[in-house]
């Protein structure tokens, strides 16, 4: 039996996937990857390696969870080294607890390889720090993806009424509808707001507004994107450096 290295990409530069990422990767019998994991790290494998895409378009999956975790499984059976490649971090809504668990419960090594994850890094290229002294204390991270079967929010609006930082993963599709919520929660009309589409990449593109206004600025920007909210987006006005 193989060993699975439950391995995080990064969020899109390839250079921002770790040295032990790029060990893992070019040592790999096989990878597995998706849809968020910059494919041209797949030029790092060896000769021979063989590539498996279950990519996953935000809900959209290609292939259901439960298939993915058997593919992984059914790889370790057959190979010595197993990549499970993910965008960003693995732990980081990237399901890399649901597939460790499938694997230990048949009793296949695993390890996690944590990846920068697109919730920091993405502001970060933007020039939006998720903390910043004298400005926000704390940062969280939530989906803004709801599952469409449910008749009550899952997430509990009530909690963001804090000044932290909040950064919506998957939340584009739902931008009007967080933007509405945290209104009714009494942010104010005006407080700021980012989309950042395709962050990290040479196609990154940040749309900053208010509460009021951003839906309308940035509904029709390419996936992925996420949602910054908080007054540390408007040090992007001193910090942006990547878009330049
Ligand atoms: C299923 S989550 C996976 C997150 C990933 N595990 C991580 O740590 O970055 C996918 C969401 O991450 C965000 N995302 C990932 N890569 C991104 C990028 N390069 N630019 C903007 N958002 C990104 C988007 O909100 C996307 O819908």
């Not at 959209?60 to 059914?74: A, D, F, R, S």
């Not at 704390?138 to 930082?165: A, C, L, M």
């Not at 910054?228 to 408007?234: A, F, L, S, T």
Request: charged share 30%; aromatic share 8%.
């Amino acid at each position: 039996m193989g060993k699975v290295y439950l391995t995080g990409a990064g969020p899109g530069d390839i250079d921002l996937l770790t040295v032990k990422a790029l060990r893992v990767v070019q040592q790999a019998d096989v990878i597995i990857y998706d849809r968020l994991a910059n494919p041209d790290i797949l030029q790092e494998a060896k000769d021979g390696c063989e590539f498996i895409y279950v990519g996953k378009e935000d809900s959209h999956h290609t292939l259901p969870q439960e298939e993915i975790n058997e593919v992984i499984y059914q790889s370790a059976l057959k190979y010595e080294k197993v990549v499970r490649l993910k965008g960003g971090d693995p732990l980081v809504f990237g399901r890399g607890g649901e597939e460790g668990i499938y694997l230990r419960e048949r009793g296949i090594e695993f390890e996690f390889i944590p990846g920068i994850t697109s919730a920091i890094a993405v502001p970060e290229y933007a020039g939006i720090p998720v903390t910043h002294r004298g400005v926000t204390v704390s940062f969280r991270v939530v989906t803004g993806h709801e599952s469409k079967n449910k008749e009550h929010s899952q997430i509990p609006w009530e909690n963001y009424k804090t000044d932290d930082t909040i950064v919506f993963l998957m939340g584009l599709h739902r931008l009007k509808k967080i933007t509405q919520k945290l209104i009714e929660i009494g942010k104010p009309k005006d407080h700021p707001i980012a989309v950042i589409s395709r962050g990290t990449t040479p196609d990154e593109k940040t749309v900053v507004g208010t509460l009021d206004d951003i839906y309308e600025k940035a509904k029709e920007l390419p996936t992925p994107a996420l949602i910054v909210v908080g007054e540390v987006v408007k040090l992007r006005d001193q910090l942006s450096w990547f878009e330049k």
